[in-house]
């Protein structure tokens, strides 16, 4: 692009004044810069407790260990490098770039370790050993507990779908074999239990209960053909249950045949 000999000055004029900007910009920041490094070097050496954290030698040497080690969580060697290089008398800018996090991390990390510094020094006065050291100082580094969320469904409602997982569709009047998430959901809404529940909701709460509803089989509900003698074979089977004891007294063992064959039938839990 042609410019015309009449506006050339004034081009060199606007590119001076941009570099000249830019020159005092770049001055401005390396200043600040110098200032907080100036700054967090005078709180390491002078008593300034922003960043300055107390660590033993054997605090140390535990530290050293867990930063090599190769299995450990890349979280927890972040952490522990920070406060390693604070107690190497690194600061907070210096530590920050070098490994790529914010320095609000680094003053974060250093505050949790001196909030926890008279625990470390009352488990180290006790004798805790080098493994019960490593894991107190684990514990300090984790994250801190969240509570979350409140609970949208509360114990009695959770009672409330367990139980009805429990029994068989057909009780509520549902033309099913088995119980889905989906359709548990839909029937505990029908009786007005909570507002809205999800599949993923019941879900979660039957794998917590360790209940797999379409994987059951109702192998204990009979059919029996003839009503009358299923009743009378019940009767002797609860009446020999009942004579067990006495039975024994005499030196007849009563066995029952069933998942825990070995054992006998001595007392009753139950009232019969």
């Given at each position: 692009?042609?410019?015309?000999?009449?506006?050339?000055?004034w081009?060199?004029?606007?590119?001076?004044?941009?570099q000249?900007?830019t020159?005092?910009v770049t001055?401005?920041?390396?200043?600040m810069?110098?200032?907080?490094?100036?700054?967090?070097?005078?709180?390491?050496?002078?008593?300034?407790?922003?960043?300055?954290?107390?660590?033993?030698?054997?605090?140390e040497?535990?530290?050293?260990?867990?930063?090599?080690?190769t299995?450990?969580p890349?979280r927890?060697v972040?952490?522990?490098?920070?406060?390693?290089?604070?107690?190497?008398?690194?600061?907070?800018?210096q530590?920050?770039?070098?490994?790529?996090?914010?320095?609000?991390?680094?003053?974060?990390?250093a505050?949790?370790?001196?909030?926890?510094?008279?625990r470390?020094?009352?488990?180290?006065?006790?004798?805790?050993?080098?493994r019960?050291l490593?894991?107190?100082?684990?514990?300090?580094?984790?994250d801190?507990?969240?509570s979350g969320?409140?609970a949208?469904?509360?114990?009695?409602?959770r009672?409330?779908?367990?139980?009805?997982?429990?029994e068989?569709?057909?009780?509520?009047g549902?033309a099913?074999r088995r119980?889905?998430?989906?359709?548990?959901?839909?029937?505990?809404?029908r009786?007005?239990?909570?507002?809205?529940?999800?599949?993923?909701?019941v879900?979660?709460l039957?794998?917590?209960?360790?209940?797999?509803?379409?994987?059951?089989?109702?192998w204990?509900?009979?059919?029996?053909?003839?009503?009358?003698?299923?009743?009378?074979?019940?009767r002797?089977?609860?009446?020999l249950?009942q004579?067990a004891?006495a039975?024994?007294?005499q030196?007849?063992?009563?066995?029952?045949?069933?998942?825990?064959?070995g054992?006998?039938?001595?007392?009753?839990?139950?009232?019969?």
């Amino acid at each position: 692009m042609m410019i015309p000999n009449l506006l050339k000055p004034w081009c060199d004029v606007v590119n001076l004044s941009v570099q000249l900007a830019t020159v005092v910009v770049t001055e401005t920041c390396e200043a600040m810069q110098c200032l907080v490094g100036a700054a967090e070097a005078a709180n390491s050496s002078g008593g300034g407790s922003a960043t300055q954290v107390e660590v033993s030698a054997r605090q140390e040497q535990v530290l050293s260990e867990l930063s090599r080690r190769t299995s450990a969580p890349q979280r927890l060697v972040q952490r522990v490098d920070i406060i390693l290089g604070l107690a190497r008398g690194g600061t907070p800018s210096q530590i920050a770039q070098r490994l790529g996090v914010e320095r609000q991390t680094v003053y974060k990390w250093a505050r949790r370790w001196r909030e926890q510094t008279p625990r470390l020094k009352a488990a180290e006065a006790e004798g805790v050993n080098d493994r019960q050291l490593r894991e107190l100082i684990e514990q300090v580094l984790e994250d801190a507990y969240r509570s979350g969320r409140p609970a949208k469904i509360t114990p009695t409602q959770r009672a409330q779908v367990i139980a009805l997982a429990c029994e068989s569709p057909r009780e509520s009047g549902l033309a099913l074999r088995r119980w889905t998430s989906r359709d548990l959901a839909i029937e505990v809404c029908r009786r007005e239990w909570v507002p809205s529940l999800s599949r993923a909701t019941v879900s979660r709460l039957l794998a917590e209960a360790k209940l797999k509803p379409h994987l059951s089989r109702y192998w204990l509900n009979g059919a029996p053909t003839d009503r009358a003698a299923f009743e009378a074979q019940v009767r002797t089977v609860c009446q020999l249950y009942q004579q067990a004891p006495a039975l024994y007294e005499q030196g007849i063992h009563v066995v029952c045949v069933d998942e825990k064959s070995g054992l006998q039938v001595l007392e009753h839990k139950h009232p019969a």
